[in-house]
């Protein structure tokens, strides 16, 4: 079975564009999440979809935004790149939200904002 | 204060011995705990989940004290391939179950 897929692996962008990462969850799994990890810390939460609704937001700007399709496939979109987004973008996927569920992770993205 | 704390290490450890080290949380809510490895420039990947009876798998064996508020990793005869960052994660119950992860604790296993 295929695990959690994430597109591109690797992007580079300039400061003040947008960027669109994307995220398949594992066959069966409804619940995605997003984290972005920044060399030297662990992941930090972004976002929680379930059943195309968000269900949590971290302590990030708004400039962050995502969604999630009938398909349960993910999109997380940041506007007005900064340097400081420069990170590894993870989503992951869980079955559903119970609190014994749990994560599992995509390869990432790792975005570069020069 | 972070919400989830470990010691970043690195810990080195000869090959074949053991090596333990314990994450910290803050908000007594927490309900679920897990053990995640995560190789250098890579994802994280599931290592176990923890159990208020603690709970073994192989060589790796986790504990939870929930009155003092951590939870414990020991590795057994460690092999070079034990050498990763393991980061603590925790569920809260107030807080629509989001996971907290900490920063990680690098191990080093030299032969």
């Known amino acids: 079975d295929a695990g959690v897929t994430q597109s591109p692996t690797h992007l580079i962008k300039t400061r003040g564009q947008h960027v669109t990462l994307r995220c398949s969850p594992i066959s069966g799994h409804k619940s995605v999440s997003w984290y972005q990890q920044v060399l030297g810390q662990g992941p930090q939460f972004i976002f929680q979809?379930?059943?195309?609704?968000?269900?949590g937001r971290g302590n990030f700007p708004d400039r962050f935004s995502a969604r999630q399709f009938p398909n349960y496939s993910s999109e997380l979109n940041v506007n007005a790149l900064l340097l400081g987004d420069s990170a590894l973008y993870l989503c992951?996927?869980?079955?559903?939200?119970?609190?014994?569920?749990?994560?599992?992770f995509g390869p990432g993205t790792r975005l570069t904002v020069l | 204060r972070k919400e989830v704390e470990q010691d970043p290490g690195p810990f080195n450890v000869p090959e074949g011995a053991t090596v333990a080290f314990n994450c910290t949380y803050s908000?007594?809510?927490?309900?679920?705990f897990f053990w995640y490895r995560q190789d250098c420039r890579k994802e994280p990947k599931l290592l176990m989940s923890v159990y208020s009876s603690g709970n073994e798998d192989g060589r790796f064996t986790a504990q939870l004290n929930r009155a003092s508020q951590y939870i414990s990793l020991l590795i057994r005869d460690s092999k070079l391939s034990d050498s990763a960052t393991y980061l603590c994660v925790v569920r809260v119950t107030d807080s629509w179950g989001k996971f907290q992860f900490g920063a990680g604790t690098q191990v080093v296993v030299t032969p």
């Open positions: 992951a996927s869980s079955f559903g939200l119970a609190l014994a569920d749990t994560q599992y």
């Open positions: 908000n007594s809510a927490s309900q679920s």
């Open positions: 979809y379930y059943e195309k609704e968000e269900r």
